[in-house]
C-alpha cells in the first residue's frame, strides 16, 4: 500500500472541494484531493453544466422551429432537423474540456489528484481505493465535501425507464412521452428543455404551485410559458408507480383521484440529500443534524481538524454556496480569520423564462418582522427587452420601509439569471434604494430595470 501525507486532504472535488484545494494550494499548504469521478463533481459532470448546455440547445432548436414559415424578425428556415447525436457530443465535449480545466488549475495551485474512492477510517486518514492500488493518505486536516445525491421515491426506484437527472443528461434517444415528477427548479429546467427538442411532457407535482421555493408572482410566468410549450401539469399530485409492464405512470391528485399518463421515460426529480454513505462517515464522530453534516460559520465539524462543505452541509444545496464554504474553509486552515457569512446565497431558476431572486421576497421580509415597501418593473416597459423579443417579466426591489435599506432584489424574464450579479453585489454591500435608483446603467439593457424597480419602490417611477 503506497502512503501520502499532507497538510489538507479534501475528499470529493466537485465545485467544493475543488475549489477548497486551489485555494489551500495557494496558500502554500501540501494539499491532497480525492474524487472517484472526473473533478468537477454533480455541478460540472451531470448538473448546472451539462443541463445548462442542454437547455441552449433545445432553445436554439426551438427558436428555428419558430422561423419555419418566416418569423417577425423576417426570418424563416424551411425544416430544422436536430441531430441529437451530435447536440450530446457537443455538450459532452464542454464537460471534457471544463474537466481538464480544473484538472489544469489543481496542478497549477500544487494539488495532487488522486482518482479512487476514498473511505474515512479516522479524523486523520483516508484509505483510497484507485484502479491499481491501495492509497492510505494521512493528513494534518480534511476537508469533507462528498456532495448530495438524488432522492428515489419508493414506488419509482431508479432503473429502466425511470432516470434521474443524471439518466436524463445521457439519453441517447429524446423521448417521445417524458414524465417528470417534481416541479422543482431541476424538473422544470429539463423538462422545459425536452419540451423543446420535441418530447410531449407531462409534470406531476405533489404541492399547490410550481417551483415551491420561489414565491407566486415569481413562478406565474414560467407556468404560463410551460402551457404555451404544450406542457402539461398536474398540481396536488402524487405519483404512485408505473404499472402496465411499465408503460403507464400512476398518480392521484387530491380530490379527483386516481390518473394514468402513457410514458417512455419518467425523470424524478424531487429533490437530493446529503450524501452520508460510502465513503467513511460512520467510522466519525461527526455531528449530524437535519440529515446534513453540522459545521459552524468557519465550515468546522465538530471533530478537531475535520471540516466540511458544500452539499453534504446543508441547503441551499448549490454550486456557488459550495464553492464559496471551499475558499473559507482552506483559508481558516492556512491560519486566516474567514467565516461564512453570506447576507444571501442567490439562486436562479435557468426555466424559460429564467427566475432570479437574491435575499427576501416581500412575503419572506414581512414574516421577518419588517416593514417593507416593494418596486416591481414589468420588463414589457424596457426597451432592450423588447429588441430581444422579451416582453413578459418583471425586476422587483424589497426594501425595509424605515430606512430603505434593501432586503431582497427579484427578477423573471428572459436572460435575467445575468442579473443576479448587481443583485447580490447591491445586498452585500448594503445598498438602500437610492444606491440602486442613483446608480447609472447603460441604456439599452435589461439592467435598466434594476433602478427603475429602486425608483418605483420610492414611489418616482420613470418609465411606467
Ligand atoms: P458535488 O458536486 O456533488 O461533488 C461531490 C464529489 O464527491 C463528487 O465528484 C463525488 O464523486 C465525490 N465523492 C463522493 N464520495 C466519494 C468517495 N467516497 N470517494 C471519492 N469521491 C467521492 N447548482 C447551481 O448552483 N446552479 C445550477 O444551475 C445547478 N444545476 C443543477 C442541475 C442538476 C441536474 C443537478 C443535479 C444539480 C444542479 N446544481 C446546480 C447543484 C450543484 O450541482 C451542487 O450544488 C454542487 O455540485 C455541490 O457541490 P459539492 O462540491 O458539494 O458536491
Redo the contacts with the bound molecule.
Keep these: 500500500m503506497e502512503n501520502l501525507s499532507c497538510d489538507v486532504l479534501v475528499?470529493?472535488?466537485?465545485?467544493?472541494?475543488?475549489v477548497a484545494a486551489i485555494r489551500a494550494g495557494q496558500l502554500g499548504l501540501d494539499t491532497v484531493i480525492?474524487?472517484?469521478?472526473?473533478?468537477?463533481?454533480?455541478?460540472?459532470?451531470?448538473?448546472?453544466v451539462?443541463?445548462?448546455a442542454l437547455i441552449h440547445a433545445a432553445d436554439a432548436f426551438e427558436a428555428a422551429k419558430r422561423a419555419v414559415g418566416g418569423n417577425a424578425l423576417g426570418i424563416s428556415v424551411s425544416d430544422p432537423v436536430l441531430d441529437w447525436s451530435k447536440t450530446v457530443a457537443w455538450k459532452n465535449h464542454i464537460v471534457a474540456g471544463l474537466n481538464h480545466g480544473v484538472e489544469g488549475l489543481l496542478k497549477k495551485a500544487g494539488a495532487k489528484l488522486v482518482t479512487?474512492?476514498?473511505?474515512m477510517k479516522d479524523g486523520k486518514t483516508c484509505i483510497?481505493e484507485t484502479a491499481e492500488e491501495e492509497i492510505r493518505i494521512t493528513a494534518k486536516n480534511v476537508i469533507l465535501?462528498?456532495?448530495?445525491?438524488?432522492i428515489e421515491l419508493p414506488g419509482l426506484p431508479f432503473g429502466g425507464h425511470v432516470i434521474?437527472?443524471?439518466g436524463?443528461?445521457a439519453l441517447e434517444t429524446i423521448p417521445e412521452r417524458l414524465a417528470v415528477v417534481g416541479g422543482g427548479?431541476?424538473g422544470l429546467?429539463?423538462g422545459t428543455a425536452f419540451a423543446k427538442l420535441g418530447s410531449k411532457v407531462t409534470v406531476i407535482e405533489a404541492t399547490a404551485h410550481l417551483l415551491p421555493q420561489y414565491d407566486a408572482e415569481l413562478s406565474a410566468p414560467v407556468a404560463r410559458r410551460l402551457r404555451e410549450l404544450g406542457i402539461d401539469v398536474h398540481l396536488n399530485s402524487k405519483a404512485r408507480g408505473l404499472v402496465e409492464g411499465g408503460k403507464r405512470l400512476e398518480f392521484e391528485t387530491e380530490g379527483e383521484g386516481i390518473s394514468h399518463i402513457a410514458a417512455d421515460r419518467v425523470l424524478v426529480?424531487v429533490g437530493?440529500r446529503a450524501?452520508l454513505d460510502?465513503?467513511?462517515q460512520e467510522e466519525l464522530p461527526i455531528d449530524l443534524a437535519g440529515g446534513f453534516v453540522h459545521v459552524d460559520e468557519t465550515c468546522r465539524t465538530s471533530m478537531t481538524g475535520v471540516y466540511a462543505?458544500?452539499?453534504?452541509?446543508g441547503e441551499?444545496?448549490?454550486?456557488?454556496?459550495?464553492?464559496a464554504q471551499?475558499e473559507v474553509a482552506a483559508e481558516v486552515i492556512a491560519g486566516r480569520k474567514r467565516i461564512f457569512d453570506p447576507v444571501s446565497v442567490p439562486?436562479?431558476c435557468?426555466t424559460d423564462p429564467e427566475v432570479v431572486s437574491v435575499g427576501l421576497s416581500p412575503d419572506a421580509a414581512k414574516a421577518a418582522g419588517h416593514e417593507v415597501v416593494t418596486g416591481n418593473f414589468p420588463l414589457a416597459a424596457n426597451s432592450r427587452s423588447q429588441t430581444l423579443e422579451n416582453r413578459s417579466g418583471f425586476v422587483r426591489a424589497v426594501a425595509r420601509k424605515d430606512n430603505e435599506l434593501i432586503l431582497g432584489l427579484q427578477a423573471v424574464g428572459h436572460q435575467v439569471s445575468e442579473l443576479s450579479a448587481s443583485f447580490s453585489l447591491a445586498l452585500e454591500m448594503g445598498a438602500r434604494l437610492e444606491d440602486l435608483a442613483r446608480t447609472i446603467h447603460v441604456h439599452p439593457t435589461v439592467s435598466e430595470a434594476i433602478p427603475e424597480a429602486a425608483m418605483l419602490a420610492l414611489g418616482r417611477g420613470l418609465h411606467v
Excluded: Q
Design positions: 475528499l470529493g472535488a466537485g465545485p467544493g472541494g475543488y480525492v474524487d472517484k469521478d472526473r473533478p468537477g463533481g454533480t455541478c460540472l459532470n451531470v448538473g448546472c451539462p443541463s445548462k479512487g474512492t476514498g473511505r483510497v465535501s462528498p456532495g448530495s445525491e438524488a434521474s437527472s443524471t436524463a443528461l427548479y431541476i429546467e429539463l426529480t437530493r450524501k460510502g465513503w467513511g462543505i458544500g452539499d453534504a452541509t441551499p444545496m448549490l454550486a456557488h454556496r459550495a464553492m471551499g439562486a436562479v435557468f
